[in-house]
C-alpha cells in the first residue's frame, strides 16, 4: 500500500504535535461535583430475604414435609396392596378354563381401572394438600417479613432472587428463620 506524498508529513508530524499541543494547553477546569441530593428524597432502608432458603429451614416446612412423606408412604402401601391382588389373579389364570379365565380377566381389567383411578386420585390430592401447605406456610412467611419490616423501620424488602448484587448486611434471612421458628417452637401457626 502506498502513502500519498501529502499524507506522509502529516503522519510523522501528528504524534509530536499532538503532545505538544497537550503540553501547551491551559488546564482544563475541575468537573463540577453532582449537587447533593434534594432532602425531599427519602433514604429508604432496604433489606433482602432469600425466600427459599427461609422456606427450607422453617420448621414448620420441614414439619410439613415429613407428614407429607408419611402420607405418601401410607398410600404406597395401599397401592402395592392393589397391585398384589393384580399379580395374584394373573397368576391363577393358567390354571383357570376358558370361562373362569374371561371373568378373571374381567376382573383384572376392573382392578386396573381401580388402581389407576386410585393413582390419580392420590395424585390430585396430595398435590393439593401440599400447595395448600406451601400457600400457608409463604404466608406465614410474608407475616413475619411484614411485621419485621414495620418493627425495624424497613421501607422495602426484596426477595434475593429480584437482586443482582447486595452487601451481606442487607440479608435478613437469618433473622426472619430464627423468629418463624422460634413462633412454630412455641407452637405458633404452623400447620
Do not use: H, W
Not at 449537587?35 to 432458603?53: L, T
Not at 422460634?182 to 407452637?187: D, L
Amino acid at each position: 500500500m502506498k502513502i500519498s506524498a501529502f499524507l506522509l508529513p502529516a503522519l510523522l508530524v501528528s504524534p509530536v504535535c499532538l503532545a505538544q499541543a497537550a503540553e501547551t494547553a491551559a488546564p482544563r477546569p475541575a468537573l463540577e461535583e453532582a449537587p447533593p441530593r434534594a432532602s425531599a428524597q427519602p433514604q429508604g432502608k432496604i433489606g433482602i430475604v432469600s425466600v427459599d432458603r427461609v422456606f427450607k429451614e422453617y420448621k414448620a416446612t420441614q414439619a410439613k414435609e415429613a407428614e407429607f412423606q408419611k402420607l405418601a408412604i401410607s398410600k404406597q402401601a395401599d397401592r402395592e396392596k392393589m397391585v398384589t391382588e393384580i399379580r395374584n389373579l394373573r397368576d391363577e389364570l393358567a390354571l383357570l378354563n376358558e370361562d373362569s379365565r374371561n371373568k378373571q380377566k374381567q376382573a383384572i381389567d376392573q382392578k386396573l381401572q381401580a388402581l389407576a383411578a386410585f393413582d390419580q386420585q392420590v395424585r390430585e390430592s396430595l398435590r393439593d394438600q401440599r400447595e395448600e401447605a406451601i400457600s400457608g406456610l409463604l404466608k406465614e412467611i410474608e407475616q413475619v417479613v411484614t411485621s419485621m419490616a414495620k418493627d425495624k423501620g424497613f421501607d422495602l424488602i426484596l426477595s434475593d432472587r429480584a437482586v443482582l448484587y447486595r452487601v451481606d448486611a442487607l440479608d435478613l434471612t437469618d433473622q426472619v428463620i430464627s423468629v418463624l421458628n422460634q413462633k412454630a417452637g412455641k407452637g405458633g401457626k404452623s400447620g
